[in-house]
């Protein structure tokens, strides 16, 4: 079971790039090795087949920083994340020390599970609603509309402080 946020619906994986050389900055590129932890992530967390996703097909959109501690004790989150988008059919196993449940969704399903998580029904992780509101539906159009690369910001990092 998680030790942080766990069963609070949330982003698909973490990117977290462990202290290896193919994750760090491979060909002195910091987002490669990002690209290369997430497909290892996708695999550790949703049990998708190692090889199903290209690191190249993981397309960056922006870095985020934020805060946030875990109502289940002392632990909590302080990170630097990158905002990584795809669409792609995959078959997937999720890991059940990683992944209560799976749930796809429309824009308007997941602003529903958000009033939910205000009425206490439901968890959501905190940088996940944040990212959404400031920005994730915004990115969800342009995604749609095949115009994500107008969202993609490589000089800034949108800080969210304390979450």
């Not at 910091?30 to 690209?35: D, I, K, N």
Request: proline share 4%; glycine share 6%; aromatic share 12%.
């Amino acid at each position: 079971m998680q030790a942080t946020f766990a069963s609070y619906w949330t982003n698909t994986c973490c990117s977290h790039p462990l202290h290896v050389a193919e994750e760090l900055s491979p060909g002195g590129s910091t987002l490669r090795g990002v690209q290369n932890a997430a497909v290892r992530k996708l695999s550790h967390e949703l049990g998708v087949k190692e090889g199903s996703v290209a690191p190249e097909e993981l397309k960056y959109i922006t870095r985020i920083h934020y805060k946030a501690y875990s109502d289940q004790g002392e632990w909590g989150e302080h990170e630097i994340d990158y905002v990584l988008f795809i669409q792609k059919d995959l078959e997937y196993d999720p890991s059940p020390n990683e992944v209560d449940d799976v749930k796809f969704v429309t824009a308007s399903e997941l602003k529903d599970i958000f009033d939910q998580a205000k009425l206490g029904k439901t968890k959501v992780t905190p940088w996940f609603k944040h990212i959404m509101d400031s920005s994730g539906f915004s990115w969800w159009e342009k995604f749609q509309a095949g115009q994500l690369q107008d969202c993609v910001d490589t000089v800034n990092i949108m800080r969210f402080g304390d979450v």
